[in-house]
């Protein structure tokens, strides 16, 4: 009897160790859920140029996807960022180089962190 009440004690606090992880881990994606939705207000707000209703957020994620999805090289990227400005009107706030454009994301992307529990 006292063997299976050992084993119900370790099992149960296994199990409250469990359930306080998922609650640790739930609480982190509310506090990224969070985050992302800081970034797209931000990204919402500055326009491309003043002719249009797109903001620089709009035009740099359709880049990055593009560049992703198509799995294309930075200097790919870097033509296609050229070809973007010389068809937008002077001035523009679309950043101007690969370097530029890095930056952006990395300035308004939500902080990421993986943590592994055992």
């Not at 609480?27 to 903001?55: G, Y």
């Not at 035009?59 to 033509?79: P, Q, R, W």
Request: net charge positive.
């Amino acid at each position: 009897m006292i063997a299976i009440q050992a084993a119900l004690m370790k099992r149960m606090q296994k199990v409250n160790l469990q359930f306080s992880i998922v609650v640790r881990v739930t609480m982190k994606a509310v506090q990224k859920c969070s985050l992302i939705i800081q970034w797209i207000v931000v990204l919402m707000s500055l326009q491309l140029h003043k002719f249009t209703e797109t903001t620089v957020g709009e035009a740099v994620l359709s880049v990055m996807e593009a560049f992703i999805d198509h799995n294309k090289t930075k200097a790919c990227l870097k033509t296609d960022l050229e070809v973007l400005h010389s068809v937008l009107p002077k001035p523009n706030n679309m950043p101007k180089s690969v370097y530029h454009l890095s930056k952006y994301v990395e300035r308004y992307s939500p902080q990421t962190s993986f943590t592994t529990y055992y």
